[in-house]
């Protein structure tokens, strides 16, 4: 089983639309998570951490089920340059981040 | 100025041949990390440097040897070149190993093997 599972996608949303990834991690000792962002042919970018409380920024919406090992991004008002893919990362203690295989997102105009 | 540089963007090489990518951070980060994008696009960890120490070794081969002359600088050395070495490799740095921080990116290089 991976560390870190996404659905790969691709989404195909209109703008303006609201579009949810999940995300599901194997170790129940991961303290630290983020998700981040990769246009195509790019580094990878911080997008946002993941709290425990959940947290907001602008149209992105984070959340954390630690029971359930799950971690879900919700993007609101969907732009076209929001196109990309959105990679779930966890961090085990003091060990390096381990990245999943990303979720393939196209805003359609 | 730009936070994490790699060197260089793009590398085409033949099999057998040897190579370096370097990674320079200016942002007095601890810890520098190489890691490895496949076709598939999944980011896999291969090495994690803390004040020029390796810390994490993942089971790669032997072929690949990082190299940290000081904490800002962390390159890969790679002997005889596979094809299946072609990839986009990634350095990445953070501020202190173990805490609550996500990583900087360098653009990448993309390693083509012929």
């Known amino acids: 089983r991976k560390e870190v599972e996404q659905d790969p996608g691709p989404f195909n949303v209109p703008e303006g639309a609201t579009v949810a990834f999940n995300c599901t991690y194997s170790?129940?000792?991961?303290?630290?998570f983020f998700w981040y962002r990769q246009d195509c042919r790019k580094e990878p970018k911080l997008l946002m951490s993941?709290?425990?409380s959940g947290n907001e920024d602008g149209r992105f919406t984070a959340q954390l089920n630690r029971a359930s090992q799950y971690i879900s991004l919700l993007i609101r008002d969907s732009k076209l340059s929001d196109s990309a893919t959105y990679l779930c990362v966890v961090r085990v203690g003091a060990r390096q981040l381990t990245f999943g295989s990303g979720t393939q997102l196209t805003v359609l105009p | 100025d730009t936070a994490v540089s790699q060197t260089p963007k793009y590398l085409v090489t033949q099999m057998g041949n040897d190579k370096s990518i370097k990674c320079e951070q200016n942002l007095g980060h601890d810890t520098m990390y190489w890691y490895k994008q496949d076709s598939k696009k999944f980011l896999k960890i291969m090495f994690s440097?803390?004040?020029?120490?390796?810390?994490i070794n993942e089971t790669v081969p032997n072929r690949f040897s990082p190299k940290s002359p000081d904490k800002a600088h962390l390159n890969l050395h790679i002997n005889s070149l596979e094809l299946g070495d072609s990839a986009v490799y990634f350095c990445a740095s953070s501020q202190v190993e173990g805490a609550s921080y996500g990583y900087t990116f360098g653009s990448g290089t993309r390693l083509t093997v012929v």
């Open positions: 440097y803390n004040n020029k120490e390796l810390i």
């Open positions: 170790n129940s000792a991961s303290q630290s």
């Open positions: 993941v709290y425990s």
